[in-house]
């Protein structure tokens, strides 16, 4: 019987995948066969989501049908009832998907739950701030839509790219903590509309996709690069992690990092100087405190800029993530149904014996 634990799983091997690849080392980020830095320079949202969905086992999608799909949820968005603004973003996100109806069929599952989600957000948001919700517009690419449903009329060109790039960026990552939720829940053979909900439960968390919100209000609390270095240390004195710093398999800056601090500079943003020197200091600071383990900038630190920039409230920061990580979960589940076994670790009981 094993009786040694991983609690973390590093490591572990739970799925063979063709949607993305991790090289924690170089820190490298291969989605469905073209580099990160590649894919998001020159391929819209839905390029990238018919990427991946063909990387799981499926046709892709014409973008047609994605527009469709939004059309389609809108439907849905007077039956979300008046006390979805009440809810927390990602709560509104997973309770909303909730009233899809999972048809069985995968492809079409995705293609409806990658529609749904920015039209279910922007509506949760416009209800938050006191507006009315704004319909689709199904010919409109996706990025350019989502931002038009969020701020009530036609977006900057400039802000709608910055937005595409960071869509692409973010689609897939390989075994995230909510990409293994889904995929454990799709290895019941549990439909893909379940799954992905798993998924966006999975990412709220603040190791995970909540930490960009917190990030700006760092960026809001230190205000000047001057002081920066004083309140870092003073984060870490009272026993709190610096948001958007670190990672779990990256051991170099995460490549996804650069790709946005790339993608904002058109918008000259006039926190992205501030970000830079707080993220050197940052730098700095840790690798004084832990010598041994490299914690550089991850992929929320520049997130928190371009979602900024772009115009979208911090709240919306990581719902925004699930509108483009949806696509990479539903890739994964459609692979798991392909591919996988029944995902069922074990555990070493610790307590008494009768
Ligand atoms: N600020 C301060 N210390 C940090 C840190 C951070 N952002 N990230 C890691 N550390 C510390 C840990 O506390 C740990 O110290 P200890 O050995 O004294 O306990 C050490 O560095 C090694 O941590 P590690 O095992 O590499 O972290 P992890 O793999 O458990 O966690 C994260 C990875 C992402 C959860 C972690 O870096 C973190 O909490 N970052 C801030 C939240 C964030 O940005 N999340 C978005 C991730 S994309």
């Not at 973390?8 to 980020?29: K, N, Y």
């Not at 998001?40 to 994605?66: M, N, S």
């Not at 949806?326 to 029944?342: C, D, F, K, N």
Request: aromatic share 4%; glycine share 10%.
């Amino acid at each position: 019987m094993a009786n040694t634990t991983n609690p973390g799983l590093e490591g572990v091997m739970v799925a063979d995948t063709r949607i993305s690849d991790v090289d924690g080392e170089r820190g490298r980020l291969v989605i469905a066969g073209a580099d990160v830095e590649q894919l998001a320079a020159v391929t819209p949202f839905e390029g990238a989501v018919g990427r991946v969905l063909a990387a799981g086992g499926v046709d892709p999608p014409a973008p047609a049908a994605i527009g469709a799909a939004r059309g389609a949820a809108w439907e849905l968005v007077p039956r979300l009832g008046d006390a979805l603004h009440l809810l927390d973003g990602m709560d509104a996100l997973r309770t909303a998907l909730g009233h899809l109806r999972a048809s069985g069929n995968d492809a079409a599952d995705a293609v409806a739950a990658i529609g749904a989600a920015p039209v279910f957000v922007a509506a949760w948001s416009r209800r938050r701030a006191g507006h009315a919700p704004v319909a689709p517009d199904p010919a409109l690419g996706h990025a350019a839509d989502y931002l038009r449903m969020t701020i009530g009329r036609t977006p900057d060109d400039g802000c709608v790219r910055a937005l595409d790039a960071y869509m692409v960026t973010v689609i897939d990552h390989a075994m995230s903590a909510s990409t293994f939720t889904a995929r454990v829940i799709a290895s019941t053979q549990s439909d893909l509309i379940s799954s992905v909900i798993g998924g966006v439960c999975a990412l709220k968390g603040p190791l995970h996709g909540g930490a960009p919100g917190p990030v700006l209000d760092m960026f809001d609390a230190i205000g000047a690069p001057g002081n920066a270095e004083a309140w870092l240390l003073g984060e870490l004195a009272a026993g709190r992690r610096i948001m958007g710093m670190g990672h779990r398999v990256y051991r170099v800056r995460d490549p996804r990092a650069a790709v946005l601090e790339e993608a904002v500079r058109p918008l000259h943003s006039p926190r992205l100087e501030l970000a830079r020197a707080v993220e050197n200091a940052a730098a700095k600071i840790l690798h004084e405190r832990k010598p041994d383990r490299s914690l550089a900038a991850n992929v929320e630190f520049y997130t928190a800029v371009l979602l900024d920039a772009v115009g979208l409230p911090r709240e919306q920061f990581a719902p925004t993530f699930a509108v483009s990580r949806i696509a990479g979960w539903s890739a994964h589940v459609i692979e798991q149904h392909r591919t996988g076994r029944l995902i069922r670790p074990a555990s070493a009981y610790v307590g008494p014996m009768p």
